[in-house]
């Protein structure tokens, strides 16, 4: 089992930054993917940026620019770094671990970005 745990959301002004923090703990495996998602009510979870083992990276159009997501496996957690935010980045975030058949989320964190 992994436990994933989100930190760092919070109330920011547009054009504000914050980074996100998705610490992993308990069985932990080297390969894995790891990919920051957000939700907002009414709407389906959609993927914000990914990151392989091999440092590959892939992002939604609409955050390209903007946000950077990284990894450092030594700490065993991931990063969104979030710049230039607007107020429809305002949403949920979620962490997602995948490692072969095992997926796991951690519990997410509020971002809202408003005046």
């Known amino acids: 089992q992994v436990q994933l745990v989100e930190s760092g959301g919070g109330l920011v002004q547009p054009g504000g930054s914050l980074r996100l923090s998705c610490a992993a703990s308990?069985?932990?495996?080297?390969?894995?993917?790891m990919g920051w998602y957000r939700q907002t009510p009414g709407k389906q979870r959609e993927l914000v940026a990914s990151?392989?083992?091999?440092?590959?990276?892939n992002y939604a159009d609409s955050v390209k620019g903007r946000f950077t997501i990284s990894r450092d496996d030594a700490k065993n957690t991931a990063y969104l770094q979030m710049n230039s935010l607007k107020p429809e980045d305002t949403a949920v975030y979620y962490c997602?671990?995948?490692?072969?058949?095992?997926?796991?989320w951690g519990q997410g964190t509020q971002v809202t970005v408003s005046s």
């Open positions: 990151i392989a083992n091999t440092g590959h990276t």
């Open positions: 308990g069985s932990i495996f080297a390969i894995y993917v």
């Open positions: 997602r671990r995948t490692s072969g058949p095992d997926d796991y």
